[in-house]
């Protein structure tokens, strides 16, 4: 079928009752193109406070339901063909009208879905499409609302290649030959028995065709009928994460008088086993997967889904480090998937947060009984092609897990997934004491009521189950290594290929005795204990990875990774961050896409940083009692620039995987000191603050093995732009990221200069976020006014069209700052591609 954007010319609103609207309230609808996230323009509310029932669980916005527009020309000769709209997602609940028909629905917000529109339409004239989406009270974090990913419109003729019709399976793969089945789903809507040719051409990355094949297939009236072809391909290119080599599927219909339909797709050649000596392995090879979760907000874009933002996160974590992606807790994007396949990144693509146990008041579990297999078999037919997917996982923290009615509707969700797609493997993200925790409330002694009331009473304010894991993660660790959870869990863990654990590491060397079969994957652990963690993977061959919560930083769960301390007032750490908190505060790597201190740690403990990594506590906070949580990471700075605090004490942080480093203030040795796998990779070092160059030298049996300096910012405020590329394309969801700083005259980051920056933006592109990591601010993501946060900001601009875009920038004691951007077409850079 004819693919064709459908994302150009909608307008959104609040919805309006239509009774008051009658009644003379009205809300006018504005343009908007999406992808687009209706919450995050919406003002976000304090508890308590007007319409405070908004919870930290999603950054306090409010929910609401939110009404799409768009007027579009159907030409007279679409008469008579198949017309389908596309939603690749909308969230969540949502219904969609065409001239004022019901067209149809999907409740779970991360489902593609179709529309089949022909029906509704009317032939040369202008037609409305009329989306309602609605959103309040339904997740454990920050969802965003509205179309928030690409739409499409699908047209073609009574004889066509249904929707994701094309698939690609290598199930034979030498070093000389491999074997590529593609099936061909067909469909006739005519009246009468059709007879096609499948034309079917591979070609490498280079386009050169490698493999062909033509077959004919009979397809009767109303029964789509599915053509396999298997081809082969001579010395094929493996797809790998250090070597992601794609092909390309085209499929070509054609009958006595032409061409009937065409499609494309790509492709990976990889084979994948498991076993519990060599794990997982990847073309023969043994890999550990170096996992971050992530949600799917884009940070300063709210939920809104484009191409490029999804890009950018995967280049950014795999600079970090990371060689594998698990989505959490839904269905990743086409987008997403697309950057992996490029980027030799592996995907942990997961279905659903809740099964029929609700964790929020209004969320899918109420949905979960009708639409479960028809949202499975949209994740599976999204994901089928991408070889950077190898594991499907049926579920995040279901309490179901813990029994035997759970037990069989996950063999349910398992076995549904495999009869789809038998070339990948499942999993279950499961959390042990939640799994229990019906057990442990009926054997709590009278002492711990008080404790179990407190975080009853936070779950219910929308902190989750992280905040009842929190206290502390040993406690956690304890109940998951238990004679109870190893019975209750032994059923959901038996029909898994590999066994999900969340925050469980106690069972990884239990289990290689009680379970010698199993195979084990930390599908959830925390940042801090990465090193114990990590070392625990390459011991065991049943282990196959690690997946810290979280690789990248999110909207909503406020505060669960923020740093706290011990004072009259805070006896305890408390796990929801009170409004205008805004962010987790637990990932590697901020909403913005900075790299904070325990990425570099993490890089560092994964082997693949030599250089040691230099980090500072804020001298304001020195000799205060740390009380954060598990999530939390020390709160670190990397910089030298601390004005104010000259000649006080301080710690600084050191992190390396070498025998020892030194640390030298100003040319002065400040001593030598261990660190290394023995040390937890890392050391500290107290001294006074002093302006000028701190410096860090690791040593490996007495001799350098790298070096890294902090220098202190001086002089006048300098503003810098710089954006991430200088040219960018017109479509396909590109954007343009321009990162603004405060520097010194050297280029040195100034993290204790932050003040507003204004940006305009002129020419061919839109301002579509702005924003700094700041994880408590009131600012909004839609302003052309921000404060920059340890230095930086981040402005995010949508093109649109060929031509250039320039965006300035202005900050009080600084001269203006500029950057121009190419935008060329679309078309111009696949012909220069071809």
Same mark, same amino acid.
């Given at each position: ?10 307008? &959104? ?76 997602? /909308? ?44 959103? =309040? ?59 096609? %040719? /499948? ?19 009979? /397809? ?6 599915? +053509? ?26 054609? %009958? ?39 949600? =799917? ?22 600079? &970090? ?64 092609? =991408? ?33 789809? %797609? ?36 936070? &779950? ?36 898994? %290929? @590999? ?5 469980? $590491? ?17 599908? $959830? ?31 909503? $769960? ?17 796990? @929801? ?16 896409? =900075? ?88 050391? &500290? ?32 405020? @300098? ?18 990221? @321009? ?74 004691? +600084? ?5 121009? /951007? ?13």
């Amino acid at each position: 079928m004819i693919r064709v954007s459908f994302n150009d010319g909608w307008q &959104a609103r609040p919805k309006v009752n239509p009774f008051a609207e009658m009644s003379g309230h009205s809300v006018p609808y504005r343009p908007v193109t999406v992808p687009h996230d209706a919450m995050l323009g919406q003002e976000r509310v304090a508890p308590g406070g007007d319409g405070g029932s908004e919870s930290g669980a999603g950054a306090y916005f409010p929910g609401g339901t939110f009404e799409y527009r768009k007027t579009f020309h159907v030409p007279e000769e679409y008469r008579g063909r198949r017309i389908v709209l596309e939603f690749e997602g /909308v969230y969540r609940d949502a219904t969609v009208h065409i001239n004022g028909d019901y067209a149809g629905q999907r409740p779970f917000g991360y489902s593609q879905f179709l529309i089949d529109a022909d029906r509704f339409l009317r032939f040369g004239e202008d037609n409305e499409i009329r989306v309602e989406a609605r959103s =309040h009270r339904d997740s454990r974090w920050y969802t965003g609302a509205g179309i928030y990913r690409d739409t499409w419109l699908l047209v073609g003729g009574p004889v066509r290649i249904s929707p994701d019709g094309v698939r690609v399976t290598t199930p034979a793969i030498e070093p000389e030959l491999a074997v590529a089945e593609v099936a061909t789903r067909v469909e006739n809507d005519s009246l009468a028995i059709r007879t096609v %040719d /499948v034309h079917t051409e591979i070609r490498d990355g280079a386009g050169a065709l490698v493999a062909s094949d033509v077959s004919r297939i009979t /397809v009767l009236p109303g029964e789509p009928a599915l +053509c396999r072809q298997r081809l082969y391909l001579d010395d094929p290119d493996l797809w790998s994460t250090d070597s992601p080599a794609l092909y390309g599927c085209g499929v070509r219909l054609t %009958d006595d008088e032409g061409d009937v339909d065409t499609e494309t797709v790509g492709f990976g050649i990889r084979s994948l086993s498991l076993d519990p000596r060599r794990g997982l392995r990847i073309n023969g090879e043994t890999v550990k997967l170096r996992g971050a979760c992530v949600h =799917h907000d884009n940070g300063v874009l709210g939920a809104a889904t484009f191409a490029r933002a999804e890009e950018r996160r995967v280049e950014i974590l795999k600079d &970090a480090g990371f060689n594998a992606i698990r989505m959490s807790h839904n269905p990743m994007s086409r987008a997403m998937l697309d950057a992996c396949d490029r980027l030799g990144m592996l995907v942990v693509d997961e279905a659903f947060d809740v099964w029929t146990s609700g964790k929020s008041e209004f969320d899918y579990s109420l949905s979960f009984p009708e639409w479960w297999e028809r949202d499975i078999e949209a994740m599976v037919a999204k994901d089928f092609n =991408h070889p950077s997917v190898i594991l499907y996982s049926i579920g995040n923290e279901i309490p179901e897990t813990g029994s035997a009615v759970g037990a069989a509707q996950g063999r349910a969700l398992a076995e549904k997934v495999r009869s789809l %797609d038998r070339t990948r493997y499942v999993t279950n993200a499961v959390n042990g004491m939640l799994a229990v925790m019906a057990e442990l409330s009926k054997m709590r002694q009278p002492a711990e009521e008080s404790t179990e009331e407190t975080a009853g009473q936070q &779950a219910d304010e929308g902190a989750g189950i992280n905040t009842l894991m929190a206290d502390p993660g040993e406690m956690m660790n304890a109940i998951s290594s238990s004679e109870l959870v190893s019975q209750r869990t032994a059923e959901s863990f038996a029909l898994l %290929d @590999v066994a999900g654990m969340n925050y469980a $590491e106690s069972r990884y060397a239990l289990d290689k005795d009680l379970f010698p079969n199993r195979i084990i994957l930390g599908t $959830e652990t925390f940042p801090t204990r990465i090193d114990g963690n990590w070392r625990l993977v390459e011991q065991y061959g049943h282990v196959i990875g690690d997946f810290t919560w979280t690789g990248w930083d999110y909207l909503g $769960e406020v505060g669960i990774g923020r740093p706290q301390y011990l004072n009259p007032d805070t006896p305890r750490p408390a796990f @929801v961050a009170p409004y205008p908190y805004l962010v987790a505060g637990c990932g590697d790597i901020d909403i913005t896409g =900075h790299r904070r201190p325990a990425s570099y740690y993490r890089e560092i403990v994964f082997g693949r940083r030599a250089e040691p990594y230099l980090a500072v506590r804020r001298p304001e906070r020195y000799g205060q009692t740390v009380a954060s949580t598990p999530w939390a990471w020390s709160d670190t700075v990397a910089g030298w620039t601390w004005p104010g605090f000259e000649n006080e004490p301080v710690t600084v942080e050191v992190y390396s995987d070498a025998d020892e480093v030194e640390l030298l203030l100003n040319g002065r040795s400040l001593g030598r000191r261990p660190t290394g796998p023995d040390h937890r990779f890392r050391t &500290a070092f107290d001294t006074v603050h002093e302006p000028g160059e701190l410096l860090a030298i690791a040593y490996r049996d007495g001799a350098e093995t790298g070096r890294t300096a902090l220098r202190s910012a001086t002089g006048p405020v @300098v503003l810098r732009a710089e954006a991430d590329r200088p040219v960018i394309t017109a479509g396909g969801g590109d954007l343009a990221y @321009v990162t603004l700083s405060l520097t010194d005259t050297t280029g040195t980051l100034h993290t204790a200069a932050d003040r507003p920056v204004s940006v305009e933006v002129t020419g061919d592109g839109v301002l579509v976020g702005f924003g700094s990591a700041d994880p408590s601010t009131e600012e909004r993501f839609d302003a052309k006014e921000r404060h920059t946060y340890q230095g930086r900001v981040l402005a995010v601009v949508r093109p649109t069209g060929p031509g250039g875009i320039r965006l300035t920038a202005a900050a009080a004691g +600084c001269e203006p700052a500029e950057v121009m /951007v190419t935008v060329t077409d679309a078309a111009t850079v696949d012909a220069d591609v071809e």
